[in-house]
């Protein structure tokens, strides 16, 4: 599972070094003074002059102004070093990166700018440790090793604020607007929903970041990605940008950044703005965010890593500046009406093959001669056939977590579907807290004995089911109702295991009747 030193492109780490060095000189310049501050708030430090800067008027978009005000240097080509405001580690993409530092006596340039948590092989059962799984041991101790030799924070298992990495930084207020943001998982498009640039990055970029706080990257393009309107009951947040996905395609936003804009965005909370950025990925974005507004700064008041006082006023009086502004201008727009979205269900191998829940799947015969290949495969996977519903689809498994919706407001809204109900006797149902503080709360609120007492396993917070990383995983051809992000062929642990991807609520009535249900018609849910 680990790469070596060696494994890794050593010229590429040439520029590391390099890129370290450039940095060394420009701290010392009023450039870096500027950029250094541009995520001070973690550091209890905030610049006026950003304030002064940002007020003046821009017809860019939030994601340009963040990129422009973090760029240390643009090279000939036309790559930008970009300064990182917040580096996130996990176990599973840093033991290479930090076995790189080692090798090259290099030290974590910024470990105040770097934090550290446990989530993909966590188990979430036994916990004991060593934990029975080798790989999985290893991995934990390297973490706790290497944060100890590089000073790193790490919040391991017996810190009660770990958690899924983009669970637990938001939740800690790690997570400000204006950032930029990298972590070595794809979905650090999560913190889009503050109005960051959040970024996945791979193995040998997580040692990049650690030795120099900065990166290579080609600036993408902007799409602003409208919807208007109020969404039906039973829609929720994760529906949303499953039709976005599925209207735009897994490749449509390749090359982009995707803004997302218009009424049904602004009227959401923070922690729905976070399944729909957790999702740009998916749909082929290098990234997604949400432009901050009141709702933003009301969620971070008062969150461990905010600032405090004064320093809290004057940062969101700047975060707010940020928002790209009525005459923004982006590379490309399109618009969607909130009232075209309906409950919605995968049926296939990507997150782009889903259908609302009153929909029968596609027919080959109407689809694109480019995509009925893919289609046959999807369906020969899943076992459907063309043109049947989705809904009444059997079901084996339920699974509520992931750091797509293992938070409150998704595990008050699974609860309050199954009380009074029990899960069918066919399907073995769990519910993952996306971090020890979300568990806490939701047992403070007995909604742990609600999904008990349904039938639902209670679990400890991790990623659990959604990579299959620990020992949750789907058996043999299991279907499983899931409320995480990928229904790629063998993403739940099973090389032949098939997900359905859906809305935590469309979960638990599934767990319910035991097949995909409308959620609409499910007992007791439209009250
Ligand atoms: S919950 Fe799934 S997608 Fe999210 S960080 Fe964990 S493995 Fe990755």
């Given at each position: 599972m680990f790469r070596t030193a060696t494994e890794i492109s050593g010229a590429r780490f040439h520029r590391a070094e390099h890129v370290k060095?450039?940095?060394?000189?420009?701290?010392?310049?009023?450039?870096?003074?500027?950029?250094?501050?541009?995520?001070?708030?973690?550091?209890?430090?905030?610049?006026?002059?950003?304030?002064?800067?940002?007020?003046m008027p821009d017809t860019r978009n939030l994601f340009n102004k963040v990129w422009d005000l973090h760029t240390v240097q643009t090279l000939p080509g036309g790559q930008t070093q970009l300064f990182i405001g917040l580096h996130l580690i996990h176990e599973v993409t840093s033991p290479q990166a930090f076995e790189i530092l080692r090798d090259r006596?290099?030290?974590?340039?910024?470990?105040?700018?770097?934090?550290?948590?446990?989530?993909?092989?966590?188990?979430?059962?036994?916990?004991?440790?060593?934990?029975?799984?080798?790989?999985?041991?290893?991995?934990?101790?390297?973490?706790?090793?290497?944060?100890?030799?590089?000073?790193?924070?790490?919040?391991?298992?017996k810190d009660d604020r770990q958690g899924i990495v983009h669970v637990v930084g938001p939740e800690q207020g790690l997570t400000q607007p204006g950032m930029t943001i990298v972590c070595g998982d794809s979905h650090t498009s999560t913190h889009g929903a503050f109005g960051s640039i959040a970024i996945g990055i791979g193995t040998s970029n997580v040692a990049e970041v650690l030795a120099t706080q900065t990166m290579f990257l080609n600036r993408p393009k902007v799409r602003q990605v409208v919807v208007n309107g109020e969404l039906a009951p039973g829609v929720y947040a994760k529906d949303v940008i499953l039709y976005i996905i599925q209207k735009l395609g897994v490749q449509g936003g390749v090359g982009y950044a995707y803004e997302f804009a218009g009424s049904t965005f602004d009227a959401m909370s923070i922690e729905e703005r976070m399944t729909v950025c957790n999702m740009s990925i998916e749909g082929g974005a290098r990234c997604g965010y949400i432009n901050p507004d009141q709702t933003t700064v009301d969620y971070l008041k008062g969150r461990p890593f905010s600032p405090k006082g004064a320093d809290?006023?004057?940062?969101?009086?700047?975060?707010?500046?940020?928002a790209s502004g009525d005459d923004a201008q982006f590379d490309d727009v399109v618009v969607f009406d909130a009232a075209n979205i309906e409950p919605t269900v995968t049926w296939g191998i990507t997150p782009a093959q889903s259908v609302g829940v009153s929909q029968p799947l596609p027919r080959i015969s109407e689809v694109a001669p480019e995509e009925q290949t893919l289609i046959r495969e999807a369906l020969k996977f899943m076992g459907l056939e063309e043109g049947q519903p989705i809904k009444g689809t059997k079901i084996d498994v339920a699974f509520i977590g992931s750091c797509t919706n293992s938070r409150m407001s998704d595990l008050r809204e699974a609860a309050r579907i199954v009380e009074g109900h029990k899960v069918a006797p066919h399907v073995k149902a769990i519910v993952v807290p996306g971090s020890q503080l979300v568990r806490r709360q939701a047992m403070a609120e007995g909604l742990h004995l609600i999904f008990e007492a349904a039938g639902f396993e209670w679990r400890a917070a991790g990623c659990s089911m959604c990579l299959a990383m620990n020992p949750d995983k789907l058996q043999g051809r299991e279907v499983c109702a899931s409320s995480s992000n990928r229904n790629f062929k063998g993403r739940q642990g099973s090389p032949t295991g098939r997900t359905l991807l859906m809305s935590p609520a469309m979960v638990a009535a599934a767990a319910i009747e035991g097949h995909v249900a409308d959620i609409r018609e499910f007992a007791g849910a439209m009250v």
């Open positions: 060095n450039v940095l060394h000189v420009r701290k010392t310049t009023a450039i870096s003074a500027l950029v250094l501050s541009l995520c001070a708030a973690t550091r209890g430090i905030f610049c006026t002059f950003s304030i002064e800067q940002a007020s006596q290099l030290k974590v340039a910024f470990p105040e700018r770097t934090i550290a948590t446990v989530d993909h092989i966590v188990p979430t059962g036994n916990q004991a440790r060593p934990f029975l799984d080798d790989l999985a041991e290893q991995m934990m101790s390297a973490i706790e090793q290497n944060c100890a030799d590089f000073g790193v924070t790490l919040l391991d298992l809290f006023d004057r940062a969101a009086a700047w975060w707010l500046s940020l």
